[in-house]
Structures are given as structure tokens and as C-alpha cells.
């Protein structure tokens, strides 16, 4: 009852039509710019309680990429409020014909716990940009970050426009039963089922933004000693708990043993001898999933990493070779520091492995070759492709991110933000001018001269 309480008040205020004008927007995008930067060392403290996320990481991966999306948006939300005007067919002239970006209402995003501030704030941010009231619903498996976001909102924001409900699955699903008019969700595509099932009750728009098994391709045509930077840095980055995370490699025959050598240096060369000593690398996120990682190891031949230490919850940076392709890391989202290898004789080899999975959120590929780029460009379908990098692909605010098919629906960051929480509502507006009578009944124009007139009315 509380809950629904809580939405009814949102949806009340969204009536009095205040969350409408940009003004009042941009005042809330620096309220929260404020929260951000007044709590910054909170939230740091937070992620690190969580995820002993390293700092850098933090910063980066939260809450400088937070500040980051928010400026970008204030600096250019007055020109995507205006919407766009199209061509006016003669039919309508004197006409305009044009698309208003109108927000949906009330908004429920929930999010999941290996970014747990940016995931929960960044769509909020396109949220806020469009005019609509949100409800968060931050992981509980991120407790203190849930506790934290839920403390801080109530001071920077009304909660008729914003505001919190901490919980699991009862409070997740009960706020899934209201009829919100958008939900945006991010976690994994089970739950996403139940999500989709409940919006289908009231008709509501989602986005899912979900994961998958991420490939990362290497050919001959690569510089291998980037690459293998770039790959060992995405993988280990939040001790491979990220949705992008390249989550298998495959690399040529020819080249396996080179490539591995120069993954096994540079994880030294990132973490030092022992990673577990490293400030620069985290841990899983709770017993459940550090069993879960932990029993992949199993999996193949560990070449490099394979330690862990239950009451540490730390999984060393691992790559395995020799993986079957019915072993279970093979079957599911690996989310954890564990590589497997995979060589191939040729292209079409690769891509065969490719296609045995269901669309993945991005796939990787290392390769200077402009038609090998091509080809796997045309030939596989992921939310987005990245050639010869890996994280740096989801950073900036220019690139529409999400997935496709099991990796979601939606795309989301900068501009696409504003445009997935707003309905582009189509709008014509005619002068009272040029109304001939011909055009109404009784019709008095024959048909034989209707079928030539009606291409050039339509325009
Ligand atoms: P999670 O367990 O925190 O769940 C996400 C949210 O769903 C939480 O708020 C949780 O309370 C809620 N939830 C869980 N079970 C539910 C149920 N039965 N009914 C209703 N709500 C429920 O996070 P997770 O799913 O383990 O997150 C990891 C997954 O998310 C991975 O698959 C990863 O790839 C994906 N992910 C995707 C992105 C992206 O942007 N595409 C980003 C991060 C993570």
C-alpha cells in the first residue's frame, strides 16, 4: 500500500504538469550534479564496501561517467526538446508537420549491482531530461549503494518526482503490478521475462538492457601487444562483472600461444605478481556468484590466474585453454575473471561459434583488415560491434548503447537517453486555408482523376 501510495503521489504531480518545462528539468539534472559531487567520497566508500571496487574504477566507471552524461545533457537538452520538424505533404498546406518529444509520466527503473550507482542514475538522467517522475529501485545485492542512494535522494529531490524503494523481489514485482508508463530495466534477461509479462498487463513501453556472451575475435591482422592490453583490461576491469566484458576469445591457431604468452605478461604487468594485493582489482560481488565463477574454473586448462579465496570473495585474473564447447562456461554469461581461449583455423570457423549463441550486447574484434571488419560486421547481430577496443566503446555520450534480441531492446546514454524516455508524439497543425469543397462528400471528382491527383496530394 505504501508503495502504490508512493507511485499514486508521482503520477498526481506529473498531472499538475510542473515536471514540463525545461527550466525545471535543467534545475534537476544540477540537483543531481550536486548530489554527485557533495557525496562523491560517500559513494566511493560505497562501491568500494560492495565491490572493492578499485578507485579508478570507480570514478570512471560511476561516477565521473555520471557528471559526465549529466553536462553533456544539460548542454544540449534545450535543442533536443524542440523536436523536429518534417515535410508537409500539399494534402495539409498550409501546414506543419512536426515530431514534440513529450515525456511518458511516471517512470520505474530498476537496476542491477555491478555498477550500481551509474546503472541506476544514468537512465534516471535521460528520465529527468524528458520531463517524467522516476522511481528507483536500486540491487539489494549491492546493500550498502541501495542504502546510500536511498538516504540521499530525499534530500536533493521531492519524492512526488523522485524517489526510492529498497528490496528484492517482492518489492520489485510489487512496484511491476502499478501501471507505470515506462519501466527501464537492466540486470539479466530471466528476470526481464518477468518484467516484460508484467508491463504487458498495463501496456507499458520497456527497455531491457540485458547481457549475453560477449565474443572477442582476433586475427593475424592485429598488433597482438595492444590487443592483449585492451582485452586483459576489459575482462579484469571490476573483476570481469561487467555486462561488455569480452566473455570468450577466439583467436587463430597460429597465433594462440603468442597471444596467451602476452595476456599472461600483461596481467602481471596490471596486477603484479599477486592481484590479490593489487589496489587495482576488485572482488565478486557475494558468495553465491563467487561459487558460481569458482566452479567454472573447472572448465579447461588454467594457463594463467585460478586461485581463489572464499572469505576474500577473490577470483585471481584466470584464462583457460582447452575448453570443451558443451562445458558449462560455454553454455552461460561467464560475469567473472575467467577467460577461455579458443583457437580457430579460419574465419568462418569463428563466426560458426559466433552464431551458436543468441545475440550478444557487443561483439569484439581485433583486426587492422578493413573486409575482415566487414564481414563480421554483416555476418553476426549484436547490440553494437567494436573494432581493436574494448571498454572505451561504452564511454562518451554519443554512441546509442543497448542490446538486441536476448541482450535487450532499447538503446540509451546522451541523446538516445532523451529520446527513450519520450514518446515522439507526431503533431500537424493546418492553417483553416484551401479547404475545396471536392474534397468532401458528396464526391464530385472522378476516380480516374483522384488516382492521378493522389500521389501529388500525399506528397
Ligand atoms: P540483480 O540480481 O541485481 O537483478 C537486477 C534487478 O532485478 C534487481 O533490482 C533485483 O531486485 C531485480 N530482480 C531480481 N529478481 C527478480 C524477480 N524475480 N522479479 C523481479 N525483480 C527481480 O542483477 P543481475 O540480473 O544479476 O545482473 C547481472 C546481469 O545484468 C548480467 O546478465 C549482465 O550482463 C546484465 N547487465 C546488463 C547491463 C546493460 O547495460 N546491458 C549492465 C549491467 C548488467
Known amino acids: 500500500m505504501e508503495l502504490k501510495a508512493a507511485w499514486e503521489k508521482q503520477k498526481a504531480f506529473f498531472s499538475t504538469n510542473q515536471t514540463k518545462p525545461i527550466a525545471y528539468r535543467l534545475q534537476q539534472l544540477k540537483n543531481l550534479k550536486k548530489l554527485i559531487l557533495d557525496h562523491e567520497k560517500d559513494i566511493m566508500t560505497a562501491l568500494f564496501q560492495d565491490l572493492k571496487k578499485p578507485e579508478i574504477e570507480a570514478y570512471t566507471g560511476e561516477v565521473g561517467y555520471l557528471l ?35 515525456p511518458y509520466g511516471t517512470v520505474l527503473i530498476i537496476s542491477p549491482w555491478n555498477y550500481p550507482f551509474q546503472l541506476l542514475l544514468a537512465p534516471l538522467v535521460g528520465s529527468i531530461a524528458a520531463g517524467n517522475c522516476s522511481i528507483l529501485k536500486p540491487s539489494e545485492i549491492a546493500p550498502h549503494t541501495s542504502a546510500l542512494v536511498a538516504s540521499l535522494i530525499p534530500q536533493y529531490f521531492a519524492p512526488e518526482f523522485i524517489s526510492v524503494v529498497e528490496g528484492g523481489v517482492a518489492e520489485t514485482k510489487e512496484l511491476l503490478s502499478f501501471a507505470f508508463d515506462f519501466i527501464f530495466y537492466t540486470g539479466n534477461s530471466t528476470v526481464a521475462r518477468v518484467v516484460m509479462e508484467a508491463a504487458s498487463k498495463n501496456l507499458t513501453p520497456v527497455a531491457l538492457e540485458l547481457g549475453g556472451k560477449n565474443p572477442c575475435i582476433v586475427t593475424e591482422k592485429s598488433d597482438l601487444k595492444v590487443t592483449a592490453r585492451e582485452i586483459a583490461w576489459g575482462k579484469f576491469f571490476n573483476a570481469g562483472q561487467t555486462c561488455i566484458a569480452p566473455d570468450y576469445l577466439l583467436v587463430p591457431q597460429s597465433i594462440e600461444q603468442k597471444l596467451t604468452d602476452l595476456l599472461v605478461q600483461t596481467i602481471q604487468e596490471f596486477y603484479g605478481e599477486d592481484p590479490q594485493k593489487s589496489k587495482d582489482y576488485g572482488r565478486i560481488i557475494n558468495q553465491r556468484h563467487f561459487k558460481r565463477v569458482s566452479e567454472l574454473l573447472q572448465d579447461g586448462k588454467v594457463v594463467a590466474g585460478g586461485k581463489t579465496e572464499e572469505k576474500d570473495l577473490y577470483i585471481s585474473p584466470t584464462l583457460l585453454t582447452a575448453v570443451a564447447s558443451d562445458a558449462r562456461i560455454m553454455k552461460e554469461e561467464i560475469f567473472g575473471p575467467v577467460l577461455p581461449i579458443i583457437a580457430y ?64 531492446m532499447g538503446k540509451y546514454h546522451g541523446q538516445s537517453s532523451f529520446a527513450l524516455f519520450s514518446h515522439p508524439k507526431s503533431i500537424l497543425r493546418r492553417s483553416f486555408a484551401l479547404r475545396p469543397k471536392i474534397a468532401y462528400p458528396p464526391y464530385s471528382i472522378p476516380l480516374s482523376y483522384m488516382k492521378k491527383l493522389l500521389n501529388y496530394i500525399l506528397g
Not at 561483439?363 to 573494432?387: H, R
Request: aromatic share 10%; with cysteine; proline share 7%.
Open 68 to 102: 559526465h552524461e549529466i553536462d553533456y545533457t544539460l548542454k544540449n537538452l534545450k535543442r533536443w526538446a524542440k523536436g523536429h520538424v518534417l515535410k508537409t505533404p500539399p494534402i495539409n498546406m498550409p501546414g506543419k508537420t512536426y515530431i514534440f518529444p513529450e
Open 345 to 408: 583455423n579460419n574465419l568462418e570457423d569463428a563466426l560458426s561459434i559466433i552464431k551458436q549463441y543468441p545475440k550478444p550486447l557487443v561483439v569484439y574484434m581485433f583486426s587492422k583488415d578493413k573486409k575482415e571488419q566487414t564481414q563480421i560486421a554483416q555476418e553476426t547481430s549484436s547490440g553494437g560491434i567494436c573494432f581493436n577496443a574494448t571498454l572505451s566503446y561504452l564511454v562518451g555520450s554519443s554512441l546509442p548503447f543497448g542490446g538486441v534480441g536476448e541482450s535487450g
